[in-house]
């Protein structure tokens, strides 16, 4: 079955599998319930009020990071993204993909070609994302195999800029401390096998087999400049000791 006819049974396809409501939030913030007035008040905005960016957000996709110098530093994120061309996707990530889910930062995708016309300094700043489409870390849930196939050949060319601004990881109940630059895996024994395994789990999904479905995705060679931390070269992001306490990458 060609992609073009699963999107004509999109709508179907999604009833049937939608591949979410499976991953609780890591954790539970401060404050009092909801009270009937809050939820009156949010049942006639999403009656009323035009979303449009988020409507946006079609493709939904799982994966994993760590923080830019702690490589053990470790967790899953739950990325919607909006395609904005052929070359440019943004993503909001989540820490699950229940209703009580919180918003972990950002990620900005690009192409092959996008990324070769960034300065070398700005490279630096993100990762490929060859491994995690090869190795079958990265997943689309919900859709058929061969859907997330062509999903997947598209993004195994392509780079990732992340920042998370609420480390959930770190059991903090509020998104307190620096907005961290994030990193993507390149090899196997990097990622904790404890992760992956509860991820699978969860979504009933093998990411051998996923491995084993994409060996013909060609493995394209990473363009200079990503991945930098491999080779020791680190840049994060710090609060500076000036009096604004303006935030740069170091």
């Not at 990620?107 to 070769?116: D, H, R």
């Given at each position: 079955?060609?992609?073009?006819?699963?999107?004509?049974?999109?709508?179907?396809?999604?009833?049937?599998?939608?591949?979410?409501?499976?991953?609780?939030?890591?954790?539970?913030?401060?404050?009092?319930?909801?009270?009937?007035?809050?939820?009156?008040?949010?049942?006639?905005?999403?009656?009323?009020?035009?979303?449009?960016?988020?409507?946006?957000?079609?493709?939904?996709?799982?994966?994993?990071?760590?923080?830019?110098?702690?490589?053990?530093?470790?967790?899953?994120?739950?990325?919607?993204?909006?395609?904005?061309?052929?070359?440019?996707?943004?993503?909001?990530?989540?820490?699950?993909?229940?209703?009580?889910?919180?918003?972990?930062?950002?990620?900005?995708?690009?192409?092959?070609?996008?990324?070769?016309?960034?300065?070398?300094?700005?490279?630096?700043?993100?990762?490929?994302?060859?491994?995690?489409?090869?190795?079958?870390?990265?997943?689309?849930?919900?859709?058929?195999?061969?859907?997330?196939?062509?999903?997947?050949?598209?993004?195994?060319?392509?780079?990732?800029?992340?920042?998370?601004?609420?480390?959930?990881?770190r059991d903090l109940e509020l998104p307190m401390g620096i907005p961290q630059i994030m990193m993507?895996?390149?090899?196997?024994?990097?990622?904790?096998?404890?992760?992956?395994?509860?991820?699978?789990?969860?979504?009933?999904?093998?990411?051998?087999?996923?491995?084993?479905?994409?060996?013909?995705?060609?493995?394209?060679?990473?363009?200079?400049?990503?991945?930098?931390?491999?080779?020791?070269?680190?840049?994060?992001?710090?609060?500076?000791?000036?009096?604004?306490?303006?935030?740069?990458?170091?």
């Amino acid at each position: 079955m060609k992609l073009v006819k699963l999107l004509t049974l999109a709508p179907t396809i999604w009833l049937l599998s939608c591949g979410g409501e499976n991953t609780s939030s890591y954790v539970k913030s401060p404050g009092k319930e909801k009270s009937t007035k809050t939820k009156v008040l949010e049942t006639g905005a999403d009656m009323l009020q035009d979303k449009t960016p988020l409507k946006r957000m079609n493709m939904y996709l799982d994966g994993f990071h760590f923080y830019n110098g702690n490589i053990k530093g470790q967790m899953e994120a739950h990325h919607y993204c909006t395609k904005i061309n052929e070359d440019l996707t943004q993503c909001v990530m989540f820490d699950g993909n229940g209703e009580n889910a919180k918003i972990m930062g950002v990620e900005y995708i690009v192409s092959e070609k996008l990324f070769k016309t960034l300065p070398m300094s700005e490279r630096e700043l993100w990762h490929s994302h060859t491994y995690e489409v090869k190795s079958g870390e990265l997943i689309a849930p919900g859709i058929p195999d061969v859907a997330e196939h062509e999903i997947m050949e598209q993004i195994v060319s392509t780079y990732g800029k992340v920042i998370h601004t609420w480390h959930t990881d770190r059991d903090l109940e509020l998104p307190m401390g620096i907005p961290q630059i994030m990193m993507g895996f390149t090899k196997d024994g990097q990622l904790n096998p404890k992760l992956l395994a509860d991820r699978d789990a969860r979504f009933k999904v093998n990411h051998a087999k996923k491995r084993e479905q994409r060996s013909d995705i060609p493995m394209p060679t990473p363009v200079p400049g990503a991945n930098v931390w491999e080779q020791g070269k680190v840049k994060q992001l710090q609060v500076t000791s000036q009096a604004d306490s303006s935030t740069h990458a170091h």
